[in-house]
């Protein structure tokens, strides 16, 4: 499975930027998706993470209510909607695909594919 992330940038705090990741391979690897960053000096933590299948979604509370996590299907695509932008936001954003249970899905090591990483940068 290659995953290749896109879309990150500068922006001003409350500000919105989109981020793509599309999937290629055998995905059928994977059953979830999910969005881990990365801030300067700090270690990796959970975003977000979605199913392949079904609507159910999760979040970090610092983003919830903010981010929002999305696929296409028809694309292998997904999205993470980044709202009301905060400094505290900017970080290295990396997409990752696994099949972790429910309890693991917020750990690095339940993803087996990476993409490459965008940076996003909230600063005025």
């Known amino acids: 499975v290659q995953l290749q992330a896109s879309g990150g940038g500068l922006m001003q705090p409350g500000g919105s930027l989109r981020l793509s990741c599309a999937a290629s391979g055998h995905t059928g690897s994977t059953n979830y998706m999910a969005w881990f960053r990365q801030a300067p000096g700090k270690e990796r933590e959970f975003v977000s993470a979605t199913r392949w299948t079904g609507t159910t979604t999760y979040y970090a509370d610092s983003v919830r209510g903010r981010f929002t996590i999305s696929r296409n299907d028809a694309k292998n695509t997904v999205y993470l909607q980044m709202n009301s932008l905060k400094p505290e936001d900017t970080a290295v954003y990396y997409c990752?695909?696994?099949?972790?249970?429910?309890?693991?899905?917020?750990?690095?090591?339940?993803?087996?594919?990476w993409g490459q990483g965008t940076l996003v940068t909230v600063s005025s």
């Open positions: 990752a695909g696994g099949r972790p249970i429910t309890s693991t899905l917020r750990r690095e090591s339940s993803y087996a594919y």
